[in-house]
């Protein structure tokens, strides 16, 4: 396995989960296309991945994920419809989704997990380093921690992965990382992953969130990696693997380079979970300009009333 520094220009979407924390709304709608103000929450992670560069998208999807492939192709009746009307603000939002990037779609088949989702990525990718975007996490526009990430893997090569602190009562929750200090605040070298770990055990309270730019050694690493969790292929433990493997043969210089996390600070919106999912969208609708007064001061006067 070699170390690639290649110009990254693929992103990778997993959206073949089932949702079912959101049934019934899921039953005949995908979990990706559930609205976050008045966009589907997979057009978040899209455009967020076209703001740090990639211009190239292959989404990972399954059964009944039919609606995605139509929201990010063209409508001609519903444009023809639009303007037709003269409602070219309409009409340039529609457009806007089947104009964002080269979209590509493959079918996860078996659901065996993250880890065997982004290996249907590898015939796509090929040798090149690649992000991987989970579509529960959004990721406010204001605070770009993708293009940090792509920095520091074009600046160090091997991998990257997304870290957050979290209260350590939680951390059981999530994967966690040990790590050691590099030159930059906000930049960390990962020596090794655990995944949803006892918080009398686990090695810091930095919890791997939903963004990672990985070196294409991870696809040998994801073929040979035994079911874990779930019986499910863990993308996590690919990564401690690679991460496991570059401290080894360090000198040789053979593996797949280093894993880093980069410490995100932003503004990160869950909707993967009900609760969230609803905050989210009160968030997002207060700071938007068409929306946000009147509906802040709406909501102001319902918090009075409520309390």
Same mark, same amino acid.
């Given at each position: 396995?070699?170390?690639?520094?290649?110009? =990254?220009?693929?992103?990778?979407?997993?959206?073949?989960?089932?949702?079912?924390?959101?049934?019934?709304? /899921?039953?005949?709608?995908?979990?990706?296309?559930?609205?976050?103000?008045?966009?589907?929450?997979?057009?978040?992670?899209?455009?967020?991945?076209?703001?740090?560069?990639?211009?190239?998208?292959?989404?990972?999807?399954?059964?009944?994920?039919?609606?995605?492939?139509?929201?990010?192709?063209?409508?001609?009746?519903?444009?023809?419809?639009?303007?037709?009307?003269?409602?070219?603000?309409?009409?340039?939002?529609?457009?806007?989704?089947?104009?964002?990037?080269?979209?590509?779609?493959?079918?996860?088949?078996?659901?065996?997990?993250?880890?065997?989702?982004?290996? *249907?990525?590898?015939?796509?990718?090929?040798?090149?380093?690649?992000?991987?975007?989970?579509?529960?996490?959004? @990721?406010?526009?204001?605070?770009?921690?993708?293009?940090?990430?792509?920095?520091?893997?074009?600046?160090?090569?091997?991998?990257?992965?997304?870290?957050?602190?979290?209260?350590?009562?939680? =951390?059981?929750?999530?994967? *966690?990382?040990?790590?050691?200090?590099?030159?930059?605040?906000?930049?960390?070298?990962? /020596?090794?992953?655990?995944?949803?770990?006892?918080?009398?055990?686990?090695?810091?309270?930095?919890?791997?969130?939903?963004?990672?730019?990985?070196?294409?050694?991870?696809?040998?690493?994801?073929?040979?990696?035994?079911?874990?969790?779930?019986?499910? @292929?863990?993308?996590?433990?690919?990564?401690?693997?690679?991460?496991?493997?570059?401290?080894?043969?360090?000198?040789?210089?053979?593996?797949?380079?280093?894993?880093?996390?980069?410490?995100?600070?932003?503004?990160?919106?869950?909707?993967?979970?009900?609760?969230?999912?609803?905050?989210? =969208?009160?968030?997002?609708? *207060?700071?938007?300009?068409?929306?946000?007064?009147?509906?802040?001061?709406?909501?102001?006067?319902?918090?009075?009333?409520?309390?």
């Amino acid at each position: 396995m070699t170390q690639s520094h290649s110009r =990254i220009s693929k992103a990778v979407i997993p959206a073949a989960g089932l949702g079912t924390r959101f049934l019934p709304a /899921t039953k005949a709608t995908p979990k990706e296309m559930l609205p976050v103000v008045d966009k589907p929450a997979i057009q978040y992670v899209v455009e967020e991945a076209v703001s740090a560069g990639l211009s190239d998208v292959l989404m990972i999807t399954g059964r009944n994920k039919r609606p995605l492939e139509d929201h990010f192709d063209r409508n001609y009746e519903l444009e023809e419809a639009l303007s037709r009307k003269g409602d070219a603000g309409r009409l340039a939002r529609v457009q806007e989704s089947s104009d964002l990037a080269t979209m590509h779609y493959v079918r996860q088949g078996d659901p065996r997990g993250l880890g065997h989702a982004v290996l *249907c990525a590898e015939p796509h990718v090929g040798d090149q380093p690649f992000a991987v975007l989970l579509g529960d996490d959004l @990721i406010d526009p204001r605070d770009p921690l993708l293009s940090r990430m792509i920095e520091i893997q074009e600046r160090e090569g091997g991998s990257v992965v997304a870290l957050m602190e979290v209260d350590p009562a939680q =951390i059981h929750m999530y994967g *966690c990382a040990a790590v050691k200090p590099t030159g930059d605040s906000d930049v960390v070298k990962i /020596t090794d992953l655990v995944e949803k770990p006892d918080p009398a055990e686990a090695p810091s309270n930095l919890a791997i969130i939903g963004r990672y730019v990985l070196d294409p050694a991870i696809f040998g690493i994801l073929r040979e990696t035994e079911p874990g969790r779930g019986g499910e @292929i863990q993308l996590t433990d690919g990564i401690q693997k690679l991460a496991e493997a570059e401290q080894s043969v360090e000198e040789a210089g053979r593996s797949g380079g280093p894993v880093h996390g980069v410490i995100f600070k932003g503004r990160r919106y869950d909707t993967g979970d009900r609760g969230d999912y609803l905050r989210a =969208i009160v968030r997002l609708a *207060c700071e938007r300009e068409d929306l946000g007064p009147e509906f802040r001061d709406w909501l102001r006067s319902f918090v009075t009333e409520e309390m």
